[in-house]
């Protein structure tokens, strides 16, 4: 009975045998090596910027609580409730103009008590550390320092005041809780804007309080009893744990994105890994019989490998995780403008953990299989491996593979933001490799049956697909990945862009005009008309308001009672724009209902969009509560509407008959479109001149944002693709590394029987392009699915591919992958006879 050798002894042996420049299992180590630094560098680099919203919730929202309110400030009872929790801020937001001589600027106005702020601190340019502003001044954000060229000690008008510039904004602590905004910052004392004449009753601006706890309380039950308190109140609650929602809801969706892909990528190149080790195995099959032959027991040879095999995991993912660091720090300068992130290289333990266990686990699930048939073959059938390929070892492979997969499913539903998502990325994953599997299996199945053609090269490539030891499964996998991976580029680049031209249009209003008063319209479109003779101009009345309650009377749902508003009805949250009208609006479709005559007195009615509808279930004669001015008004769903955002001019989710919302105190806002060329400085100044208490957006320096961001969106998106392209490569150089031998036995004896090198690479040739265009139909419907369910399930967009774009990437992925297959094969080519018949 052979006794089994000490691990003191196995390991000596792999190390010795284990070359210091890992020949052989080079694949093994750039594939865990790029596998893992990019889940590394995306773990670290999204729960580096979720524990910086943690950590600086409150700064970010400037207090534990905020509640906001539109076009009113808040009652008595309402402050008197928020001053029982602790200390109070109180301020408001709104469009503004500011000018110097004949210079003006659109300014997000932000008007803040002495309390100001409550949490982190005001950083001027000049160093200093501030709250608010003192009598007479305000601090400037550089944008408007630059437009209206001003600094520190010159002046600024707004509305009939002059202000003292008394400094330069350098870093606004709660400014990520602001949300995006349309203008650079002017910051005053809180009765400026009612000193200045821009808040009038009818004004658009928004009444911000918060609070700073006095204790350490929970947020949510805060949360929950002031909506007890004030259910009509109209309120938009936010606290420190979800201090900036949106952003938060964007990292989330985007990091379990480029994870699940990078996870999908690192599975797929664990193919390549597969075959990497195989190839690696059938070099050593010399010294794995010798070893057998001089006792050594299957169980020695396992443990020598596995120990061969698991340093070289090791190595690969430690330094897939050092590289994963060390390039985090340029992934946070690239978003240190938009979201906040740390500084320096930011370790985060469990996302690295996370990444190395993914490596390991890869690497064990796709070298069971390898290992296990070296170890069981006896050292004659190792000898003979050459004209009579090894049988695989499924059965005893089978629980190692299966506990792998288990805990690679575990992991990623465990830390899972979003686990039916995840669920499903993972089964449609099994799901494509197990299609491109079959489909491999069929391939052989099916070329083994046809006839044999007459041409001697079509024919010896084709028999290279389904003879004894043909990598067909492998190659069927890595052609097939690489390919869909390439139409998955071309399918979302394409998609985002077209949603980027659709949702950001190129040519939009010049100017948003907020707060026109409604007994002066007339005068501002001939005000426009003068400066700017034949723009067009369109004006709607201008309201905020809360739904508070939807559905049949009498059976309503209230949304302050639901937890979190079911999928479609974000629009719902919080205050929106609201507006009446007498006919349907420029842009809308009906689909369901009829619209109210003109002059219409009945009982009060709305439109509402078709897709909200179906959403919360809502059909017309619905009922809607509405909370305007803390007003709370009931109206009856008349029709639903298709609205076409494209247009970007005034698009409201629901519009009222005019008899619903007349009497509640407003202005209009309006649109202006110059024509033939940008709009005439004069005009922006005389608008500041004869509407002070109006404010104007400009759309150019907007839309440029909106731009800029959903382009980083779609680099982001693209980048973590691309990975699933060198995933691809992997597998196929692991496929064609793992048939290296075979292939160079049939050369050799295809040469030595009078062949030439150009017979050889046309058989390769043929047999690459024979799966290639099989492949090609096949990648492009797994390609463009893949894709639709990133673009319309994951993020919400709308499917817009460029077919054009998508079929040409496809022929340039044909070319580059074979051209690839093909240089991969070449050293096979170059092999002599009598070198290769010496070594057999």
Not at 5 to 30: H, N, Y
Not at 436 to 465: E, F, Q
Request: hydrophobic share 50%; glycine share 10%; net charge positive.
């Amino acid at each position: 009975m052979s006794v089994a050798l000490p691990i003191s002894t196995a390991w000596r042996i792999a190390r010795r045998d284990l070359s210091a420049r890992f020949k052989g299992l080079r694949l093994l180590l750039v594939c865990l090596f790029l596998g893992v630094g990019a889940l590394a560098a995306i773990g670290t680099l999204t729960r580096a910027i979720e524990r910086e919203l943690e950590t600086r919730g409150q700064a970010i929202l400037g207090g534990d609580v905020q509640v906001s309110v539109w076009q009113r400030s808040l009652s008595d009872a309402e402050l008197a409730a928020l001053g029982r929790l602790g200390k109070v801020s109180t301020g408001t937001r709104t469009q503004a103009m500011v000018s110097n001589g004949d210079a003006v600027a659109p300014v997000e106005l932000k008007a803040i008590d002495s309390s100001w702020p409550l949490y982190g601190r005001l950083t001027l340019k000049d160093g200093r550390s501030v709250g608010q502003p003192p009598e007479g001044a305000a601090w400037i954000g550089e944008g408007v320092a630059a437009r209206l060229g001003v600094d520190k000690g010159g002046t600024i008008a707004l509305g009939a005041l002059r202000l003292k510039v008394a400094g330069v904004i350098a870093d606004e602590p709660d400014r990520l809780g602001e949300g995006m905004g349309f203008a650079p910052p002017v910051i005053v004392r809180d009765r400026v804007p009612f000193d200045a004449g821009l808040i009038q009753p009818g004004a658009m601006y928004r009444s911000k309080v918060r609070v700073a706890f006095t204790d350490k309380r929970e947020t949510a039950p805060v949360v929950d009893d002031l909506r007890r308190q004030f259910p009509t109140a109209g309120f938009e609650l936010r606290t420190r744990d979800r201090a900036s929602p949106g952003t938060e809801r964007f990292i989330d969706r985007l990091g379990e994105f480029l994870t699940l892909v990078g996870l999908a990528a690192l599975t797929i190149a664990g193919i390549g890994i597969g075959g990497g080790v195989s190839s690696w195995l059938d070099s050593k099959r010399g010294s794995i019989a010798a070893l057998k032959v001089l006792g050594a027991t299957s169980g020695d040879i396992a443990r020598i490998t596995l120990l061969q095999v698991a340093t070289v995991a090791l190595v690969g993912t430690l330094a897939g995780l050092i590289a994963g660091v060390l390039v985090t720090p340029l992934l946070t300068n690239a978003l240190s403008g938009l979201l906040p992130v740390p500084e320096g290289f930011p370790v985060e333990p469990f996302a690295l953990l996370r990444a190395a266990l993914y490596g390991l686990l890869v690497a064990f699930v796709f070298t069971a299989v390898p290992l296990a048939r070296a170890r069981a073959f006896p050292a004659m059938a190792l000898l003979r491996a050459r004209v009579s390929p090894l049988g695989s070892e499924w059965k005893r492979a089978a629980w190692p593979v299966a506990i792998g997969l288990g805990l690679i499913v575990a992991t990623a539903m465990l830390s899972a933001a979003q686990p039916m998502v995840t669920a499903t990325f993972l089964g449609g994953s099994a799901a494509l490799l197990l299609l491109l599997g079959l489909l491999g299996w069929g391939i052989r199945s099916t070329v083994a049956r046809l006839p044999r053609p007459a041409n001697p090269l079509l024919r010896t490539a084709m028999a290279n697909l389904h003879r004894p030891g043909a990598q067909t499964g492998a190659l069927v996998t890595a052609l097939g990945f690489g390919l869909s991976a390439f139409v998955l580029l071309a399918a979302i680049s394409s998609s985002l862009d077209a949603n980027i031209s659709a949702r950001v249009p190129q040519k939009a209003p010049d100017y948003f005009v907020l707060d026109v008063p409604k007994d002066r319209i007339a005068q501002f479109g001939e005000t426009v008309q003068q400066f700017a003779p034949g723009a067009e101009v369109r004006t709607v009345p201008a309201l905020r308001g809360a739904v508070l309650a939807y559905g049949t009377l009498g059976r309503m749902t209230r949304l302050a009672d639901l937890k979190e508003l079911p999928e479609g009805l974000g629009p719902l949250r919080g205050e929106r724009g609201l507006t009446y009208a007498d006919e349907i609006p420029e842009g809308n479709t009906l689909v369901s209902g009829k619209w109210w005559p003109k002059d219409y007195v009945g009982p009060p009615l709305v439109s509402i969009d078709a897709d909200i509808a179906t959403a919360a279930g809502l059909k017309v004669g619905d009922t809607l509560a509405v909370s305007v001015l803390g007003v709370e008004r009931d109206v009856t769903i008349a029709s639903l509407r298709r609205i076409d955002w494209a247009t970007m001019g005034f698009n409201y989710f629901l519009v009222f008959s005019p008899n619903a919302l007349r009497d509640a105190p407003h202005n209009f806002a309006a649109t202006v479109d110059v024509k033939n060329g940008a709009p005439p400085a004069a005009l922006l100044r005389q608008l500041a001149k004869a509407f002070p208490s109006s404010s104007v957006i400009e759309t150019g320096p907007m839309l440029r944002q909106a731009r800029d961001l959903l382009s980083q969106m779609s680099l982001a998106i693209l980048a973590a693709a691309s990975v699933a392209v060198l995933a691809g490569i992997a597998v196929l150089l692991g496929a064609i590394a793992a048939a290296r031998a075979v292939r160079t036995y049939d050369s050799v004896i295809l040469r030595v029987l009078g062949a030439s090198r150009r017979q050889l690479l046309l058989v390769q040739l043929g047999e690459y392009a024979l799966l290639a265009l099989v492949l090609a139909l096949v990648s492009l419907v797994l390609g463009t699915g893949v894709a639709w369910l990133v673009i319309v399930q994951m993020f919400e967009f709308d499917w817009l591919p460029d077919w054009i774009e998508v079929f040409a990437v496809l022929g340039a992925g044909l070319t580059l992958v074979l051209g690839f297959a093909i240089a991969a094969s070449l050293p096979v080519l170059r092999t002599r006879p009598s070198q290769a018949l010496r070594e057999l």
